[in-house]
């Protein structure tokens, strides 16, 4: 094992250490109440997993078979939780919480924000809000799984404030990586205009991914004609490329055309997105049109692709 190597694992477990101590995670019981860190993580798990059995337990919180069977059947003692057979395949039995669970649910909740706010309350802003992103990034490398974040969430209303994200999102990217200057945005800004303008949930959709809450990616449908659709801001945060979410909202909207019934959907890029090309060329996109462009500050190469869906 190298000294780099070591190094790294040193300072892993060196703050492994500092932070249980801190959340008193060593002691028998979760923040004095008659819970054990796993049994409240069970609870959580049982409220919040849709269809929620042992197995899936097990497997999300890698917890031994016997241990979780006695964590449920303790459950089941005290009126925590209960089982109801599935109608759709009599050996499974899905999980819930009674009243009672949820109420020793809420109150742990309440307990754990005291006692975040507690370790908080001597913090500046400043440092709450480094605190945070720097407990955001952890999360970000370490749920990294099989080319998959866990955690994001897609959705595909808009909200107040989506659209400026959006925009600033794009400004501050492709100004970085592209050399894009203010005209690009205010062009960005045009597209979205006339997409509030003309939208119809009938035939246009947006794809918002969020991770805790903060807009990392996006991609959207405009209609174009009757059998003819576009695709516009499809766009990923740097930090959450190469680990499929892409792929993931490309094949989406792309599906939603061919439910939608369009026969045609086509695509504007440029010829310095070569990662968001290859993804293009893989699902079948072919280029059918370029012309330089001067106006955003930079001379670059404007390319439309095209992709038939009848064929």
Not at 10 to 21: D, E, L
Not at 51 to 73: N, P, Q, V, W
Request: proline share 1%.
């Amino acid at each position: 094992m190298n000294s780099e190597t070591t190094t790294f694992i040193h300072t892993v477990r060196k703050f492994n250490r500092f932070y249980t101590n801190i959340l008193g995670l060593l002691d028998s019981h979760l923040l004095h109440s008659d819970f054990s860190l796993s049994e409240a993580r069970v609870l959580y798990e049982i409220e919040n997993t849709e269809k929620c059995t042992a197995k899936k337990l097990i497997d999300k919180l890698h917890i031994d078979a016997g241990y979780m069977s006695r964590i449920i059947k303790r459950f089941e003692k005290q009126e925590l939780t209960y089982r109801l057979q599935s109608e759709e395949d009599g050996r499974l039995y899905y999980l819930h919480l009674t009243e009672h669970g949820k109420e020793a649910l809420a109150a742990l909740d309440a307990l754990s924000n005291d006692q975040i706010r507690t370790l908080m309350s001597t913090l500046s802003e400043q440092d709450k809000t480094a605190l945070a992103k720097s407990m955001t990034s952890i999360e970000k490398v370490l749920s990294s799984h099989n080319g998959k974040v866990h955690n994001v969430h897609i959705r595909h209303d808009l909200k107040p404030g989506d659209a400026g994200t959006l925009i600033s999102l794009h400004g501050s990217i492709y100004a970085k990586e592209c050399g894009y200057n203010h005209i690009f945005e205010g062009y960005v800004c045009q597209t979205f205009y006339e997409f509030f303008t003309r939208y119809n949930p009938d035939k246009d959709r947006i794809w918002l991914a969020e991770l805790n809450g903060e807009i990392i990616g996006a991609i959207a449908v405009i209609s174009q004609a009757t059998q003819k659709a576009q695709i516009r801001w499809f766009i990923l945060h740097p930090d959450y490329r190469g680990i499929g979410l892409g792929k993931t909202l490309l094949e989406g909207a792309l599906q939603y055309c061919k439910d939608k019934g369009y026969n045609q959907v086509f695509l504007e890029t440029t010829e310095d997105q070569e990662a968001a090309i290859r993804m293009y060329q893989k699902a079948g996109f072919t280029k059918i049109s370029e012309h330089r462009n001067h106006a955003w500050g930079v001379d670059h190469v404007e390319q439309v692709y095209e992709l038939n869906l009848t064929s």
